[in-house]
């Protein structure tokens, strides 16, 4: 498997994490999706972190004479991925708040 066949496979699958966590989570009304999202803004730069440092710890054993900056470009697009994902489930979250407001109000 190739280097970008890892990151998308290793986005796909905290994509799904993610998500899945919070609409679960959201439909049993355990969190509401704006909290979710918050708390996925909180955790992502340390999963950037943590996952640019293991694509430069492999990086460095494939190769120990390229330059890495492959590794810190990946782990920057897996995170700048998932506060775009983050940042959905936040503004989703606050336009059910709304909508819920005003079914209510009318009712």
């Not at 280097?3 to 699958?13: F, M, T």
Request: hydrophobic letters at 60%; a positive charge; proline letters at 2%.
């Amino acid at each position: 498997m190739s280097g970008d066949g890892i990151v998308w496979l290793i986005l796909l699958l905290l994509i799904l994490l993610f998500d899945g966590t919070a609409i679960h989570l959201h439909k049993n009304n355990k969190l509401s999706l704006w909290i979710s999202g918050i708390i996925m803004v909180l955790l992502v730069p340390i999963i950037g972190f943590t996952v640019g440092a293991i694509f430069l710890k492999i990086s460095r054993v494939v190769d120990p004479t390229d330059t890495h900056e492959g590794s810190a470009f990946a782990a920057a697009f897996i995170a700048m991925v998932l506060l775009a994902n983050a940042l959905i489930f936040f503004i989703t979250g606050i336009v059910l708040i709304i909508v819920r407001f005003f079914k209510t109000k009318k009712s």
